[in-house]
């Protein structure tokens, strides 16, 4: 079967390297639209569908991470690659939790770029069957990025909605610490920080507002469990 040619919105205020991702792009047979700042690219993701979109962090008029919020906030749940040279386990985590679904820090092998760029589009379009994840009183509505508890709506930021998402996925199931930080924050090493304690603190509070059963419960040198919530 031949393989899906991705439309990619690419961010980039060096025409030079978008020159040549454009051209690496191509070469694979996909179609690759370059933006040059952030607010041209708001604006083109708003009006336009793309498959996946390449998004580098430091821009001149906008940055990354501002634009990658404000994508999600709008409701915009495109794939989303953030590039840096700001590669620490820290500024990964930062881009992630904006709302990004994979990082990479410059310079980076041209194949694994466009390989990350296949896999983003693979676990998107693998989720397009499935709407929404229904689990007791929770309902995760996947394309609109949205949660409800009892029909209730839950504003979440993007990276609870991952987590929310993520608990959804896997519901009824033990999701450990090193779970987390690979699927959620594509990070394959402990970071040493407290980052996952304090998004599932986050997270809690949320579903938990207002309701008088539980919504996660911690399993003692496991991890975590989202309950029914009824």
Known sequence: ??????????????PRTAAAVSELAASCGDTL??????????????????????????????????????????GIGTPIL?????????????????????????????????ARLRALHRRAAGQEHQAVIIYGAFECHLK?????RNNKHLS?????????????????????????LRDVWNIDF???????????????RKLEEGFDSPALETIWGSGYRILEGV
């Open 156 to 180: 979440l930021s993007p990276k609870e909605f991952e987590l929310f998402r993520y608990f959804m996925e896997n519901a009824g199931e033990t999701v450990t610490r090193e779970m987390l």
């Open 1 to 14: 079967m031949a393989r899906h040619a991705l439309r990619i919105l690419y961010v980039e205020d060096d």
């Open 33 to 74: 639209v370059w933006e040059e700042n952030g607010s041209a690219a708001l604006l083109r993701a708003g009006m336009e569908a793309f498959d996946v979109i390449i998004l580098d962090r430091m821009l001149g008029d906008i940055d990354g991470l501002t634009i990658t919020k404000r994508l999600r906030e709008s």
């Open 82 to 114: 953030m590039l840096s040279a700001l590669g620490r386990s820290n500024d990964r985590a930062e881009g992630l939790d904006a709302g990004a679904d994979d990082y990479m820090a410059k310079p980076y092998e041209p194949d694994e770029l466009m």
């Open 144 to 148: 609109a990025r949205t949660a409800f």
């Open 190 to 204: 402990d970071p040493q920080t407290n980052v996952v304690d304090v998004n599932i603190g986050r997270l809690r």
